[in-house]
C-alpha cells in the first residue's frame, strides 16, 4: 500500500513554495525598510516629548492647564530651569549641543514677554466672546487660547533659527484644535479666535494688534509653487480686522486695511483700504415644502 499525504496537510519538514516565495520577498522587503531608515534617520524628537514641552511650559504659566496646584516661587525656578533643560534636548538634534543650549538660554530669557503676551490674547477672547465668562473658562476650554499660545511659542523658537522644531511644536495645537498656524506667521498683540476650527494661518502672514478671526478662516497664498519658498505669499491683516467664518484671504501684497470687517465666504485676493466693509451676497429663498422641490435647489 502507497502512504499518502492527506490533503491540506504540508509534508514533514517540507514548506509550500510560495511560503517560502512569501517568507523571503517580506525579508527582502524589511532589508530594504533598514536601509531606507538608516539613510533617513534624522533624530527627530519624539512627539510626545514636544507635546510635553508644549504641556509644561503652558501649564506653568497658566494654572488652569497644570495638574499640579499651588507653587512657590523657588518651584516655579526650578520647573523653569527644567524646561529649559527639555527644549535643550529638543534642539540638539538640529543644532548640536553647544547651539542648543544658547537657544534654550535665549528662550528662557523670552518667557516673561511670552506670558504678558499670551495674557493679552486670553483678554481679548474674554472680551471678544459673550460666551466666555471668565478668564479661567476661556484658559482651560477653548481651543482658540490653545492654539495662540502654542502659537507664540513656536514663533518665539523659529525666530531663534531653529529648524523644524517649531512646526513640530505648531502641530501639536494643529492635532489638538483644528487651527494651523503657521511657526513662520506674524502675530500682534490682544490676537482673539472665536471657535477657530478649520483656520490656516500660512508662512509669511502678517496680522497686526487686535485682530479677530471666526473658524474656517484661511490666510493663504496665491500659489503653492516651490519656487515662491522664502517670499512673501501670504497677506497683511492690519490692526483691529475682524474676518468671519469661512472667509478667504490670499497673496501676498493683498492688504487688509486696518478696522475693516470681512464678513462670512468673501474670497479675496485684491487688496482694501481702512474701514472697508467687505462681503458676499447669496441669495435665499423661503417656500412652503408644499409646493415641492425642483432638482436645482439642492445644487451645490
Not at 16 to 42: C, G, I, Y
Not at 165 to 191: K, W, Y
Amino acid at each position: 500500500m502507497i502512504a499518502t499525504q492527506p490533503a491540506g496537510r504540508l509534508p514533514l519538514g517540507g514548506t509550500l513554495p510560495h511560503m517560502t516565495d512569501a517568507h523571503e520577498r517580506e525579508h527582502a522587503f524589511a532589508e530594504e525598510l533598514v536601509d531606507a531608515r538608516r539613510r533617513q534617520s534624522s533624530g527627530l524628537p519624539l512627539k510626545r516629548n514636544v507635546a510635553a514641552f508644549v504641556d509644561g511650559l503652558l501649564g506653568l504659566l497658566f494654572p488652569q492647564l497644570a495638574e499640579e496646584g499651588g507653587a512657590s516661587a523657588e518651584e516655579i525656578q526650578a520647573r523653569l530651569s527644567l524646561l529649559r533643560r527639555d527644549l535643550r534636548d529638543l534642539v540638539a538634534p538640529f543644532d548640536g549641543p553647544g547651539h542648543a543650549e544658547e537657544v534654550a538660554r535665549a528662550f528662557g530669557d523670552r518667557v516673561p514677554d511670552l506670558y504678558a503676551s499670551i495674557h493679552l490674547d486670553a483678554d481679548a477672547i474674554v472680551a471678544g466672546d459673550p460666551a466666555a465668562e471668565s478668564i479661567d473658562e476661556v484658559v482651560a476650554a477653548y481651543p482658540g487660547f490653545l492654539a495662540i499660545g502654542t502659537h507664540r511659542i513656536a514663533h518665539a523658537i523659529h525666530g531663534l533659527g531653529v529648524p523644524v522644531l517649531p512646526r513640530l511644536i505648531s502641530e501639536v495645537a494643529h492635532t489638538r484644535t483644528g487651527i494651523d498656524i503657521h511657526p513662520g506667521a506674524t502675530i500682534g498683540r490682544s490676537f482673539c479666535i472665536d471657535h477657530g476650527t478649520g483656520i490656516v494661518v500660512g508662512e509669511t502672514a502678517i496680522i497686526g494688534d487686535d485682530v479677530k478671526l471666526y473658524q474656517g478662516v484661511t490666510l493663504g497664498a496665491m500659489s503653492v509653487a516651490k519656487s515662491l519658498a522664502g517670499s512673501k505669499r501670504h497677506p497683511t491683516i492690519e490692526d483691529r480686522v475682524v474676518l468671519y467664518a469661512n472667509a478667504t484671504v490670499l497673496g501676498g501684497e493683498t492688504v487688509v486695511g486696518h478696522d475693516s470687517v470681512v464678513g462670512g465666504n468673501v474670497w479675496l485676493t485684491n487688496s482694501v483700504p481702512p474701514y472697508s466693509l467687505v462681503y458676499h451676497t447669496s441669495q435665499v429663498r423661503v417656500r412652503s415644502v408644499s409646493d415641492g422641490f425642483a432638482d436645482a435647489d439642492f445644487v451645490i
